[in-house]
């Protein structure tokens, strides 16, 4: 089952939430949008489930990620992506960091291309000290993360787990969509 990772980073963060991903997602196979390629191309047309990243700046996607957006005009005139299963997740300093706003910018994106939206089941885990628990941030649309203080690790452990289940739950989701 083929999951792709396309993502930006600006100080790695949106990097480390797509290696926790990838990781639930069975080692899926990640691509920064700087430095694209052919190949990458046609990786992602060929992928089951594609799942975009990017850190929110200014309550929007980074303008790398909005570059790749555009680019991907192309294969919209002709659906390439239609069918596909996407999800998406984003990175900001703050709790709230209107993340939202890219989460809807991934909808539309993955909406315009024909592909089938998989958002967050994770509930919140209430109780738990920020950057501990799954889901604290409550994100449904997509996954959510916050900025980690400890800057060794960039994301804190509560949000490294939350991206491996979702990772998880957008290859399952594909494998269950591709057998129909």
């Known amino acids: ?65 909005k570059a790749f957006m555009d680019e991907t005009s192309d294969r919209w005139v002709d659906q390439v992506w239609a069918d596909k299963i996407a999800g998406g997740f984003t990175v900001a300093n703050c709790p709230s960091g209107d993340k939202m706003m890219v989460h809807l910018q991934f909808v539309v994106l993955a909406a315009q291309h024909g592909m089938i939206w998989v958002g967050q089941t994770e509930m919140n885990d209430k109780g738990a000290a920020v950057g501990f628990g799954i889901n604290v941030e409550g994100a449904n649309l997509g996954l959510g993360a916050t900025s980690s203080e400890d800057k060794t690790s960039l994301i804190d452990p509560g949000d490294a787990e939350t991206a491996r289940r979702y990772g998880a739950r957008i290859k399952h989701t594909a494998e269950r969509w591709a057998a129909g």
């Open 1 to 65: 089952m083929s999951v792709v990772i396309v993502y930006s980073t600006g100080s790695g963060h949106t990097r480390r939430l797509a290696e926790y991903v990838a990781e639930g997602a069975g080692g899926a196979p990640m691509i920064d949008v700087e430095g694209m390629t052919e190949a990458d191309w046609a990786t992602l047309d060929a992928a089951e489930a594609i799942i975009f990243g990017a850190p929110t700046y200014m309550g929007s996607a980074s303008a790398p990620f």
